[in-house]
C-alpha cells in the first residue's frame, strides 16, 4: 500500500445568481441615468423604507463607487448599510458590471456579518445590470448579482423589488 494521503472534505457555499427582468415605461437613456447619475440614484436605491443618504462614483472602467442605504436591519435597528467596488464594465445605455462588497462608512470592505447578515457570504459579488430598448419607447433592464447564499436568496430578491418598484416610481415623476 502507498501512504496515507487523507482526502480533505470541504462544503461549498451554497451560493446562487439572482435575475431580476423588468420593463419600465421609460426610455433607456432614462433608466441609464439613473444608474450612473448620484442624485437620481439615491432616490430609488435601497429597499422600501430605506433612504440612500450617500451615493459617490466614480464613473469610468477601474472608478470606484460607494453607495450607502439607510434603514433597519434583521435586528430591527436603523443604520446604513454600504456598498463599495470599482466599475468593471460599462458600454453605454447598454451594460454596466461591478464588483460590489460590503462596506463600512469609509468604503473599506467588510464581511457581510459586520452588517448582522447570515450565510457565506463572499467578500466580493458581481453585479451586472443591462438596458435594452423595447417597442413603444420602453426599456427591458436585468439585473443579475451572483454569490447571494442560498438562505439569503429570497431576502435579496425581495430588496432587488423593492428597489426596482422604487426605480420605477422615480421615472415616472
Do not use: H
Not at 472534505?9 to 423588468?22: C, D, G
Not at 477601474?62 to 433597519?72: D, I, S, T, V
Request: glycine letters at 8%.
Amino acid at each position: 500500500m502507498g501512504k496515507n494521503n487523507p482526502t480533505r472534505m470541504t462544503a461549498e457555499p451554497k451560493v446562487q445568481e439572482i435575475v431580476i427582468t423588468r420593463i419600465f415605461d421609460a426610455p433607456r437613456e432614462q433608466v441609464w441615468k439613473a444608474w450612473t447619475e448620484p442624485e437620481l440614484f439615491m432616490k430609488w436605491w435601497g429597499p422600501k423604507d430605506f433612504t440612500a443618504p450617500v451615493c459617490k462614483m466614480n464613473f469610468r472602467v477601474g472608478g470606484e463607487y460607494f453607495w450607502c442605504m439607510r434603514g433597519a436591519g434583521p435586528d430591527g435597528v436603523v443604520r446604513d448599510f454600504c456598498n463599495s467596488g470599482q466599475y468593471l464594465e460599462i458600454v453605454p445605455n447598454e451594460k454596466i458590471a461591478v464588483s460590489m462588497s460590503f462596506a463600512d462608512d469609509q468604503a473599506d470592505p467588510v464581511p457581510a456579518s459586520f452588517y448582522g447578515m447570515p450565510g457565506e457570504w463572499p467578500m466580493e459579488v458581481t453585479l451586472a445590470v443591462t438596458f435594452e430598448k423595447i417597442e413603444g419607447g420602453k426599456t427591458r433592464m436585468t439585473v443579475r448579482q451572483d454569490g447571494i447564499p442560498g438562505e439569503m436568496t429570497e431576502m435579496s430578491r425581495l430588496g432587488w423589488e423593492q428597489s426596482l418598484d422604487k426605480l420605477a416610481e422615480a421615472l415616472s415623476n
